[in-house]
C-alpha cells in the first residue's frame, strides 16, 4: 500500500513563505514524475509544478519566480518551496506522483490527501 503524505501547509500572510513537503511510504521501487497541484474553491485542479526524476521543472506562469520544485529521490520526497505568497495562491495543494513498483516500466498514478494553504492580505 502507497501512501503520499503532505505536510507544510498553513495560515500565511500576503508575502510570507512556506515549504510543502511529500513522502511516498510503501514498497516502492522507483517514482518518475511527481509535482504539486492546488485547487481552490470552485474552480479546477490546476498544475502548479512538475519534476522528472531527473530533476527538470515546469511550472505554472503565476507561480514562476515565487515557487521551486525539488525532490529528493533516497528519501522519496518532493518539496514545493513557495515565497511571495499572494491570497490568490489559497487553495487545498495535493501531491501527485508516478511510482513504478518493480524493474517493469509499468507506472501508477497516486495522489495525496491535500494539505490546506490559505494566504490574508
Known amino acids: 500500500q502507497v501512501q503520499l503524505v503532505e505536510s507544510g501547509g498553513g495560515l500565511v500572510q500576503a508575502g510570507g513563505s512556506l515549504r510543502l513537503s511529500c513522502a511516498a511510504s510503501g514498497s516502492i521501487f522507483s517514482i518518475n514524475a511527481t509535482g504539486w497541484y492546488r485547487q481552490a474553491p470552485g474552480k479546477q485542479r490546476e498544475l502548479v509544478a512538475g519534476?522528472?526524476?531527473?530533476?527538470?521543472?515546469n511550472y505554472a506562469d503565476s507561480v514562476k519566480g515565487r515557487f521551486t520544485i525539488s525532490r529528493d529521490n533516497a528519501k522519496n520526497t518532493v518539496y514545493l518551496q513557495m515565497n511571495s505568497l499572494k491570497p490568490e495562491d489559497t487553495a487545498t495543494y495535493y501531491c501527485?506522483?508516478?511510482?513504478?513498483?518493480?524493474?517493469?516500466?509499468?507506472?501508477?498514478?497516486?495522489w495525496g490527501q491535500g494539505t490546506q494553504v490559505t494566504v490574508s492580505s
Open positions: 501527485n506522483a508516478e511510482i513504478q513498483f518493480t524493474v517493469l516500466p509499468t507506472l501508477y498514478n497516486y
Open positions: 519534476i522528472t526524476r531527473g530533476g527538470s521543472t
